[in-house]
């Protein structure tokens, strides 16, 4: 997954700069659009789904405790209690070292790069 997000964020940031260029067609322009839509999408669909993972696994350990563990014998009260430890951690899907994969990251590699190229050209 690092390898896949690295080479779609630079896939991204050159396409970008190949749409501000001006001596580019319109309709290569629009195909480039095209192609830098569908890294974005493709991109967003894998960052969206860790997102999920994390947040659904945020939400796990609250079935426990929101069951009627109190009236249940103190044997069962235990394994609870070690089934909530076990669910307590959340799971989040990472790029290597560098970065969770997440709506945030989404957000940082497609779409800042390009309000940081058009803030410069101005």
């Given at each position: 997954?690092?390898?896949?997000?690295?080479?779609?964020?630079i896939?991204?940031?050159c396409?970008?700069?190949?749409?501000?260029?001006?001596n580019v067609?319109?309709s290569?322009k629009?195909?480039?659009f095209?192609?830098?839509?569908?890294?974005?999408?493709?991109?967003?669909?894998?960052?969206?789904h860790?997102n999920?993972?994390?947040?659904?696994s945020?939400?796990?350990?609250r079935?426990v405790?929101?069951s009627?563990?109190?009236?249940?014998?103190p044997?069962?009260?235990?394994?609870?209690?070690?089934?909530?430890?076990?669910?307590?951690?959340?799971?989040?899907?990472?790029?290597?070292?560098?970065?969770?994969?997440?709506?945030?990251?989404?957000?940082?590699?497609?779409?800042?790069?390009?309000i940081?190229?058009c803030?410069?050209m101005?």
């Amino acid at each position: 997954m690092q390898l896949y997000v690295l080479v779609c964020s630079i896939n991204i940031c050159c396409s970008v700069i190949q749409l501000n260029l001006d001596n580019v067609a319109t309709s290569q322009k629009i195909w480039v659009f095209e192609y830098v839509s569908a890294l974005a999408i493709q991109l967003f669909l894998l960052c969206w789904h860790s997102n999920e993972i994390k947040v659904e696994s945020d939400r796990a350990d609250r079935g426990v405790y929101e069951s009627n563990w109190w009236k249940a014998d103190p044997s069962e009260r235990k394994q609870l209690l070690l089934l909530a430890g076990k669910l307590a951690p959340t799971y989040i899907m990472k790029a290597g070292p560098f970065t969770e994969l997440s709506v945030s990251t989404f957000i940082d590699v497609s779409i800042s790069y390009y309000i940081k190229r058009c803030i410069r050209m101005y």
